[in-house]
């Protein structure tokens, strides 16, 4: 149990500052104190000593040099069940330091709102870093606080114990070490980002837990739910560009194929609808058409075509392309929910959905539905900007770029006799803006407006093609005069032919292969208009 009789409180985040150092002032607890938590403090009616009249040492360099004292760190680091420890506090007139209150300068709240570079630099704490780090290590007889939240529970201790048991300062030091390890590693990944060094020799990134989860991708794994740090403080400015209304709690599966139909909605060529199962787009169609908005972060050009019949025609076709899939999927749309859309949805079965609104109608057809998750995303911005992907796996991480990137129709080049129609153009668009979201094999049949057919995740871009002609079969689809788009270069001619003998007109493919000059045969003798992109796509 440790009896504090001495504390050294010096914080940038004064929430609860005064109410804490006054419950220990009263228990007469000797309180030392910097700068601007000193002052706060004083202007309180709140006694503490400063760090110097400690010391004997003045505050020098704008305050850089304060704390960084052997008076201080010898309190803070001293075994008091050490002879030779007690020993040099007596010889040195050192007295211990029981307690540390200590939160860091506001880095990651700085750079959050983009300060400028000697802005940011100036605010890497030194000290307070060092002094948590010395009284962490020191926990049987120093407790070390960064966070305000745990004034409530020290206090508690204190009041019901006399003290703060060993355990909870263990407790505190394992959060200290997160703490610093956190703020150390914004500090580098900044330093990368400055340098525009994307992949340095040692990898350190930050996240903090935002949920626990009930169980992961199946009941018998464990699983919580972690966000950037960096993004969590520029939320503390700017609000979370996303927030749940109404629902159950999101599971970890939801949370995947929430993001990923989001990211294909936000990439379709216009306003439109998709419905995710398992991480793969089974429908997708649009109530809008404008090339210009799906270009992550991309502006309206003022030349989209409205087509019939808006969002709620959208969500049918969307849904006629797997209508077996769609049952129990998360549904992404562009627009608003209105209330003809939501009556569709509510025909079957889905588990999340997912938009930037919902007309009060929709929000009344969905309340009797209580665990349909409805998510609200108020700045899709936020979730298109480039970034980098991790994937952990048994053997090790790999770090890369998201693919946020579309070869522009500009830049692709027509390979065959016949070029693509105007139609066949737009349809060849929305396919391949869908296709990057789907699991490599991928193959995707659309017209103009729809997605027909979707083949994902296959070993064999064949078996891709046929599952695609099998799905639009089933669900009574006709494929006569439809585009294809695929994430990767045609290998072989028979896939092709099999695009050719379902009723494909069009094809959108990065070529590449060695065989391109026999995939392109292959469509000059079907009539088939065929483009190379130059950009694969693959998604494993």
Same mark, same amino acid.
């Given at each position: ?27 007469? /607890? ?20 400063? @760090? ?12 850089? @040099? ?118 150390? %590693? ?64 999101? %599971? ?56 019939? $019949? ?27 929910? !209105?209330?003809?859309?939501? !009556? ?32 609200? /995303? ?35 080049? /027509? /390979? ?67 585009? @294809?788009? %695929? ?15 379902? $009723?494909?007109?069009? @094809? ?33």
């Amino acid at each position: 149990m440790i009896q504090v009789r001495r504390a050294l409180i010096s914080v940038s985040d004064k929430t609860g500052l005064n109410e804490f150092a006054r419950f220990l002032a009263a228990r007469n /607890v000797e309180i030392i104190s910097t700068g601007g938590t000193l002052k706060a403090l004083r202007e309180g009616g709140i006694p503490a000593r400063s @760090v110097e009249d400690v010391t004997g040492f003045p505050e020098i360099m704008d305050g850089r @040099v304060k704390t960084l004292h052997p008076k201080i760190h010898g309190g803070l680091l001293a075994l008091r069940d050490n002879a030779t420890h007690v020993q040099a506090m007596t010889d040195q007139q050192i007295s211990g330091i029981d307690l540390l209150v200590v939160n860091l300068y506001p880095f990651a709240a700085t750079i959050a709102r983009n300060a400028p570079f000697e802005e940011a630099i100036e605010n890497i704490d030194i000290g307070g870093p060092a002094m948590l780090r010395a009284a962490s290590k020191n926990y049987r007889f120093c407790a070390a606080v960064t966070d305000p939240a745990d004034y409530a529970r020290i206090r508690e201790e204190i009041e019901n114990h006399g003290g703060i048991p060993e355990k909870m300062s263990l407790n505190l030091a394992r959060a200290v070490f997160h703490h610093t390890s956190e703020y150390d %590693s914004l500090i580098s990944r900044y330093l990368d980002e400055v340098e525009k060094v994307k992949f340095p020799e040692s990898l350190t990134v930050t996240f903090r837990k935002v949920q626990t989860m009930r169980y992961g991708e199946n009941p018998h794994q464990e699983a919580a739910y972690y966000r950037p740090v960096a993004d969590l403080e520029k939320e503390k400015r700017d609000g979370s560009p996303w927030h749940q209304i109404q629902g159950k709690e999101l %599971s970890y599966n939801n949370l995947l194929d929430a993001n990923a139909a989001l990211i294909s909605a936000l990439s379709l060529p216009g306003h439109g609808v998709v419905i995710v199962k398992h991480l793969n787009p089974c429908g997708a169609a649009l109530s809008h058409f404008d090339p210009d908005l799906g270009v992550y972060g991309g502006k309206p050009s003022g030349s989209g075509i409205d087509l019939p $019949g808006g969002m709620a025609e959208a969500f049918k076709l969307a849904r006629a392309c797997d209508p077996v899939s769609a049952f129990g999927g998360v549904i992404a749309l562009t627009t608003p929910v !209105d209330a003809q859309t939501a !009556d569709l949805i509510n025909e079957n079965f889905a588990e999340v959905i997912i938009a930037p609104g919902y007309a009060p109608e929709a929000l009344e057809r969905f309340a009797s539905k209580k665990n349909l998750r409805l998510l609200e /995303v108020s700045r899709p911005a936020a979730f298109l900007a480039p970034g980098m992907e991790l994937r952990l796996n048994e053997l090790g991480l790999l770090f890369e770029d998201m693919d946020h990137q579309y070869a522009p129709v500009r830049d692709w080049k /027509v /390979v065959t006799k016949r070029a693509p129609t105007e139609a066949e153009l737009r349809a060849l668009q929305l396919g391949w803006r869908l296709v990057k979201h789907v699991k490599s094999n991928a193959i995707v049949f659309t017209n103009e407006r729809a997605s027909l057919g979707i083949g994902a995740g296959q070993m064999s871009r064949l078996d891709s093609t046929e599952i695609a002609a099998s799905k639009a079969r089933r669900a009574g689809l006709s494929l006569e005069g439809s585009a @294809v788009a %695929s994430d990767a270069f045609f290998p072989f001619r028979d896939g092709l032919d099999a695009l050719a003998k379902a $009723g494909a007109k069009a @094809v959108a493919q990065p070529g590449g292969s060695v065989r391109d000059e026999e995939v392109i045969q292959a469509c000059d003798e079907q009539g088939i208009a065929m483009v190379f992109t130059g950009m694969r796509h693959f998604r494993h």
